[in-house]
């Protein structure tokens, strides 16, 4: 028999090493939302999928909105991973939403998307094989820019031409307290096409995949 905490540790490390066998399987131009309830979650996902990248030889940039970059840093190192060394070769950035989303209290689908070509471009330059990226889009919801968001996500889908891996993450009670929260939630889908669902119990939370 095991006791509860043990029970506890193998049920976590089951979660992670679905999220790993996901990651692993993912690929250039794959677009996939990302629907969490607990901080612990958010991180074992998106820094598991990170992780996969770096060790793969690949570039890795983290977006953060609800959390600032020095927290999603601290956390990172708490994870087990090289942020220093990677920061230094090039092959992390942690960014904060005004990086790249929301830059002088405007969003620009083009600045955006034009920003992710330059990050992968000099990713390429700097010998690594590709780059994965995630973004929190908290901001979004933050700055009233939702419909501005949905139309960015629709043309991110559509014209995906910078051949990264891209997942972006959205706060499930967030998305709940949103104006009509469930036409929101189906336009991202669609958007998507794959969604991931984790966070069912507030330490780690269950991970849920589905096709749309």
């Known amino acids: 028999?095991?006791?509860?905490?043990?029970?506890?540790?193998?049920?976590?490390?089951?979660?992670?090493?679905?999220?790993?066998?996901?990651?692993?399987?993912?690929?250039?131009?794959?677009?996939?939302?990302?629907?969490?309830?607990?901080?612990?979650?958010?991180?074992?996902?998106?820094?598991?999928?990170?992780?996969?990248?770096?060790?793969?030889?690949?570039?890795?940039?983290?977006?953060?909105?609800?959390?600032?970059?020095?927290?999603?840093?601290?956390?990172?190192?708490?994870?087990?991973?090289?942020?220093?060394?990677?920061?230094?070769?090039?092959?992390?950035?942690?960014?904060g939403c005004n990086d790249i989303y929301i830059i002088e209290g405007k969003f620009n689908i083009p600045t955006t998307m034009g920003l992710w070509k330059k990050l992968y471009d000099e990713a390429l330059v700097k010998g690594f094989k590709g780059l994965r990226v995630t973004g929190e889009m908290a901001c979004f919801f933050e700055n009233n820019l939702v419909d501005e968001l949905l139309e960015y996500e629709r043309a991110l889908h559509r014209v995906l031409d910078v051949p990264m891996i891209a997942i972006c993450a959205y706060n499930g009670q967030m998305l709940a307290k949103a104006s009509n929260p469930i036409n929101i939630y189906n336009e991202l889908v669609r958007a998507h096409g794959t969604v991931l669902f984790a966070g069912i119990d507030n330490r780690l939370g269950k991970i849920e995949i589905r096709k749309s």
């Open 1 to 95: 028999w095991h006791t509860a905490a043990n029970s506890k540790d193998i049920e976590t490390v089951a979660v992670s090493e679905k999220v790993t066998r996901f990651v692993e399987r993912m690929r250039p131009t794959d677009h996939i939302i990302f629907v969490y309830q607990s901080p612990e979650a958010k991180r074992n996902v998106l820094f598991n999928y990170l992780k996969v990248g770096l060790e793969n030889g690949e570039a890795g940039v983290y977006v953060a909105s609800e959390e600032n970059p020095n927290e999603i840093r601290d956390a990172m190192t708490r994870f087990g991973l090289e942020v220093e060394k990677y920061e230094k070769t090039g092959a992390l950035n942690i960014l």
